[in-house]
């Protein structure tokens, strides 16, 4: 009963091993990302941008919030990448911003994702009436465009780094939601379920046991190209002036800085934009990727 | 046919209503309440406060408020702002032509630059010109678009002064308000065009491998005739849906886009009224922005299926 053509569909030897087995694949996947050389660089991308994001306090040649006479200053051997409006290092500016970004986005997408998988998994096994709230429910979130979601709730809850997490967070429920319910409800149908449960096994055993570790790859993708899409938003109302809020530096509300001295320098403007647009750049190329390494018959179909 | 554009029809009705109901939240979820946080800490004359609450309808239990929201709101009864004292539709429908102009405008832009590069892009596939149009489409995709405004404007306004960077240039005719509109629409139909290029490359692609395709060419057609009549029509058809869905999108993207260069619509508008904590305005804007862009893929879905004979047949 083992096949080798698809690997990911659980075996007993998978029961009997299964830290090994799941050790075994990832091992197997990054070899396959690290093969195709755009997954290749989206992975070094993502390992740099995160290794800057925690390593920013050693790597910081300066407190991000320090200020100085050298307003606006042109990038010298003092600030490498230049001075913003304040006389802040911008270097050490996007490197925090780095932390800030890469911090809200993974808590985001790690609860929305959470939360999402359960809402998916309950709507998709359990199907009924569970399935008749949740999925109207995930529906009409669909049908509100991502940011005036986001923005409807920090308008009410006031701009701030909590109100920015929780916004974020409602807006990225349903797609992990919508995924998990149909990979369950196919799953659901496979004889292999359909054994466990006449043996007997319990409900909550047949999810834990069948329909998530079957839902992994999806999920996975999933989560990759929401960090890239989260970090998007995250730099959009920062920018708009409704997420992290100053002294902290977030790339979103440097631009917005940036911007009103842009006839005097422009690297506070270029800076930040170069930052976002590398690490979305990287997240999304991971996540191309980690699509067509776990499973073929994803390609080519575009998440959102 | 009928039935099916009826169904369709009727599934918008609950989400309408969910909008709605998200709307009414917005006010409610404000910590405290909406007359702390419009009067702050100075005034307390309990008066005005009970004046205030009523004006909200706070008074009531939350169904009633709801009730009576939801009936001024059939009405066409927006509230009015709490700063101008100006009914809140009055001026949404003021500012909805630019926002319009703006969206209607990128997605041209969009289509102009998508599909010519995409179908460059599949028949001379792996050229150089394949593999910049590749990247361009990548980086399009990464890149925030308020960024790319504020290169543009460094680009074209501060360094080569060509075209104004901020308003809409009302009052300055045809070709000067043409001006000022040319940046936004690029800046908003970037991402659009980097999405619908991809889609135009693949499915390029993927028709020019048909059977037909290759009678086509049996028959001694010249390659750019077996493009244009033969494979062109239908490569397009999924590139027309991806646009479709991303049209209602665009109307999200025109809040920032709007920011950054000062245009006069709804997007500047909501966020004013953020900023000013005008929740009326807030409510009103979001509200109306979600109800359109839920009509807007409604009547997307509905041309598509009329447009594509295939889905006529009534599955």
């Given at each position: ?11 007993r ?14 091992a ?14 989206g ?14 306090p ?120 919508r ?14 379920v ?22 992994i ?33 977030s ?20 800076v ?17 990727t ?9 390609r ?5 | ?48 406060e009970?004046?205030l609450r ?58 102009l ?47 080569l ?155």
């Amino acid at each position: 009963m083992v096949t080798e053509v698809a690997p990911d569909r659980p075996t007993r030897r998978r029961a009997q091993e299964p830290l090994a087995r799941a050790g075994r694949r990832t091992a197997q996947v990054l070899r396959q990302i690290m093969r195709d050389r755009v997954g290749a660089i989206g992975l070094v991308i993502v390992v740099l941008m995160t290794g800057a994001a925690v390593l920013a306090p050693l790597i910081a040649p300066y407190d991000p919030t320090a200020m100085s006479n050298q307003r606006l200053a042109s990038p010298s051997g003092t600030f490498l990448l230049g001075a913003d409006e304040a006389g802040r290092d911008l270097l050490s500016r996007a490197l925090y911003g780095a932390r800030t970004s890469l911090t809200v986005s993974l808590i985001v997408v790690t609860c929305a994702g959470a939360i999402g998988v359960l809402l998916g998994l309950l709507a998709g096994f359990y199907r009924g009436f569970l399935d008749a709230i949740i999925t109207p429910a995930t529906d009409i979130m669909f049908s509100f465009p991502t940011l005036l979601l986001a923005l409807a709730v920090v308008a009410a809850r006031g701009p701030g780094t909590e109100n920015l997490i929780l916004a974020l967070v409602i807006v990225f429920i349903p797609s992990f939601a919508r995924i998990v319910r149909g990979t369950a409800m196919s799953i659901r149908r496979e004889p292999y379920v359909e054994s466990g449960q006449a043996v007997g096994l319990s409900n909550t055993r047949l999810i834990l046991k069948y329909i998530l570790p079957n839902s992994i790859a999806p999920i996975a993708v999933q989560f990759t190209t929401s960090l890239a899409y989260a970090i998007l938003i995250e730099a959009s109302l920062g920018y708009l002036g409704l997420g992290v809020q100053p002294p902290q530096p977030s790339w979103g509300s440097m631009l917005s800085n940036g911007k009103s001295f842009m006839e005097i320098s422009v690297w506070p403007s270029v800076v930040p934009g170069i930052c976002i647009m590398i690490t979305v750049l990287g997240f999304n190329l991971l996540g191309d990727t980690l699509r067509d390494a776990l499973d073929p018959r994803l390609r080519g179909r575009s998440s959102r | 046919m009928l039935r099916m554009t009826l169904i369709r029809l009727l599934s918008v009705v609950p989400v309408l209503f969910g909008i709605s109901v998200i709307s009414f939240l917005v006010i409610r979820m404000i910590p405290g309440d909406v007359i702390s946080s419009i009067m702050g800490q100075d005034f307390g004359d309990p008066a005005v406060e009970a004046e205030l609450r009523r004006y909200f309808g706070l008074d009531m239990p939350v169904h009633e408020q709801f009730l009576r929201w939801l009936g001024a709101l059939l009405q066409g009864d927006l509230g009015t702002s709490m700063r101008t004292g100006q009914p809140v539709l009055e001026e949404i429908m003021q500012r909805f032509p630019s926002t319009l102009l703006l969206a209607v405008s990128a997605l041209v832009v969009s289509i102009l630059i998508s599909i010519p590069l995409g179908v460059i892009s599949a028949t001379k596939r792996n050229g150089l010109l394949d593999a910049g149009t590749r990247i361009g489409s990548l980086i399009g995709l990464s890149l925030p678009n308020f960024w790319l405004g504020i290169l543009l404007v460094y680009v074209f306004s501060v360094s080569l002064g060509w075209l104004p960077s901020q308003g809409a240039g009302e009052g300055e005719g045809f070709w000067g308000s043409l001006k000022y509109l040319l940046l936004p629409a690029i800046t908003l139909g970037a991402s659009l065009a980097a999405i619908s290029m991809r889609m135009t490359r693949s499915s390029m692609l993927e028709v020019l491998n048909q059977d037909y395709v290759r009678t086509a060419r049996a028959k001694g057609l010249a390659e750019r005739v077996v493009v244009a009549r033969h494979a062109l029509r239908n490569s397009l058809i999924p590139v027309v849906t991806v646009i479709g869905i991303q049209a209602g999108a665009l109307l999200g993207g025109t809040v920032i886009v709007e920011q950054v260069f000062a245009w006069p619509g709804l997007g500047t508008m909501v966020i004013r009224g953020i900023s000013q904590r005008d929740y009326p305005v807030v409510q009103g804007t979001l509200l109306f922005l979600a109800f359109f862009y839920v009509v807007v893929n409604l009547v997307v879905d509905l041309l598509y299926t009329y447009l594509d004979p295939r889905l006529r047949s009534g599955h």
